[in-house]
């Protein structure tokens, strides 16, 4: 079975960082494409990041453009998310997902695995 274990979370101040990491078994993440989704409280799920199968092309949602970066390491068959510059508003569940296909989009659709998630909390 395909399982995302992630981890990384925490409680941090506003202007802070931390890493997240995302374990994949039953899977290979160079394969497909994989993504950063987060969930707030009373809001809907929303892409942060997503990169391709050749980690050549990476988007990021505007909220997080130039504060956030994706990566991929092959030899661990991990996704890693660097979050800098925290603000209040990243406060969220995080999840990584591996997409269903080659093919890349923010769409929650595209992505047919998903981790338990990992609470960031960061305050002002």
């Known amino acids: 079975p395909v399982q995302l274990v992630e981890s990384g979370g925490g409680s941090v101040q506003a202007g802070g960082s931390l890493r997240l990491s995302c374990v994949v078994s039953?899977?290979?993440?160079?394969?497909?494409?994989m993504a950063w989704f987060r969930q707030a409280p009373g809001k809907e799920r929303e892409a942060v990041a997503i990169?391709?199968?050749?980690?050549?092309?990476?988007t990021y949602a505007d909220s997080v453009k130039g504060r956030f970066s994706i990566s991929t390491d092959n030899a661990k068959n991990s996704l890693y998310l660097q979050m800098n510059s925290l603000e209040p508003e990243d406060t969220a569940i995080y999840y990584c997902?591996?997409?269903?296909?080659?093919?890349?989009?923010?769409?929650?659709?595209?992505?047919?695995?998903w981790g338990q998630g990992t609470q960031v909390t960061v305050s002002s």
């Open positions: 039953g899977y290979t993440v160079s394969r497909n494409c």
């Open positions: 990169i391709d199968h050749g980690g050549v092309s990476i």
């Open positions: 997902a591996a997409g269903r296909t080659w093919y890349c989009s923010m769409r929650q659709t595209e992505y047919g695995y």
